[in-house]
């Protein structure tokens, strides 16, 4: 018996050391950091509502689901934290008084800084004072933690309902790049591909620091991180390589920092993706898809490369940075319909056991639509 109170005392202050570990490294620790607790509680939040969800296939159905995963997920996650403490704690009083039952009164007043029941003894009066103070501590560590998670959600929804005025609902680089033209404003592009260079920065920054974000729905149903991201980067790789003119600085830049973000975000998720593409390697676009494109472009007066050939190499070869994982990503947040984008979306990638898998990165075999 005794013996099995010291495994029990032993294991109980191990688990307690875990989870505050895990809460400073959800919350504080200022970069991508696996934590096996805060990513189980995700999965667990994921089966739970895809049970509500049942055999649904309407995306209506699914989004106003899935529109819950973020809130519920913060709430299970200090849910979480609190009841491994307040367990862990008593098997810790128990493991040192012996009183099952007892024990557990003790450390839930304790916990929750009531007092109304305390064990004998300096060293209880200790033990019950470290359980308030981890109590509290954690309680602060999720306070602080939700205005930094939605003052980063409302930076990136600016972006997105921004981009709607511009590149349509749902979000195209097509209509981006066509509505430009036909107003007279594809100048105005520059501070388009300078605006969304910051946003893609923020988008790395803050979606792999607080990896849940990424599964934060819009206000509204039509809107979408990802696939106004997509919209984005495929108006500036369309530009870059089909329109007619001088090089176009700002939109490299804009592609090569919304691939790096993109890539940041699917590795703190566990999807493997390729480091370092190939140009010639496929894409999930094909020729036809591009020369509609062109074709669109062209209707409104766009002037176009005259080599069509040359274009779509050079298409491909700024497309593949970011194809295949922007398509990963569709599939796992479940973004809206989009073209180019989320009309493609790999089913197997919603399986919830990514997200307790490490990084990997290996290459890829392209997606079929």
Not at 57 to 76: I, K, N, T, W
Request: proline letters at 5%; glycine letters at 8%; a neutral charge.
């Amino acid at each position: 018996m005794l013996a099995a109170r010291v495994v029990v005392g032993l294991v109980s202050a191990g688990v307690v050391v875990w989870v505050v570990v895990s809460a400073v490294r959800t919350v504080i620790l200022p970069r991508a950091a696996a934590s096996v607790l805060t990513r189980g509680v995700v999965v667990l939040v994921w089966v739970a509502l895809g049970l509500r969800l049942g055999r649904s296939q309407s995306y209506e159905r699914r989004d106003a689901v899935y529109a819950s995963l973020g809130p519920a997920f913060l709430l299970c996650l200090v849910s979480s934290w609190l009841v491994l403490v307040w367990s862990c704690f008593a098997g810790v009083l128990w493991a040192v008084y012996g009183s099952g039952p007892h024990a557990f009164g003790t450390s839930a007043s304790s916990l929750t800084t009531l007092g109304f029941d305390r064990p004998p003894g300096t060293g209880g009066e200790l033990l019950v004072a470290v359980e308030a103070l981890v109590g509290l501590a954690l309680l602060a560590l999720m306070l602080s933690y939700l205005p930094a998670l939605y003052s980063a959600f409302s930076r990136r929804e600016r972006h997105v309902s921004k981009l709607s005025a511009r590149a349509g609902l749902p979000p195209s680089g097509v209509e981006l790049l066509d509505w430009s033209w036909r107003f007279d404003r594809f100048e105005d592009l520059v501070a388009v591909w300078r605006d969304w260079e910051d946003s893609f920065t923020d988008l790395g920054e803050s979606h792999t620091s607080f990896s849940v974000l990424a599964f934060f729905r819009s206000q509204h149903p039509g809107h979408s991180w990802l696939t106004a991201s997509g919209a984005v980067l495929d108006g500036a790789a369309l530009l870059c390589s089909a329109v007619e003119g001088p090089r176009q600085v700002d939109a490299e830049l804009c592609i090569r920092a919304g691939y790096l973000a993109l890539r940041g975000i699917a590795g703190v998720l566990g999807m493997p993706y390729e480091d370092a593409p190939d140009p010639s390697d496929p894409i999930t676009i094909v020729r036809e898809e591009f020369e509609e494109a062109c074709e669109v472009l062209a209707a409104s007066g766009v002037p176009l490369r005259a080599d069509r050939d040359v274009a779509w190499t050079a298409f491909r070869g700024w497309r593949v940075n970011y194809d295949l994982v922007l398509v990963q990503l569709a599939a796992v947040v479940m973004a809206p319909y989009a073209p180019w984008s989320s009309d493609r979306s790999v089913s197997s990638f919603r399986r919830p056991r990514l997200f307790l898998l490490p990084g990997r990165h290996r290459p890829l075999a392209a997606a079929t639509r």
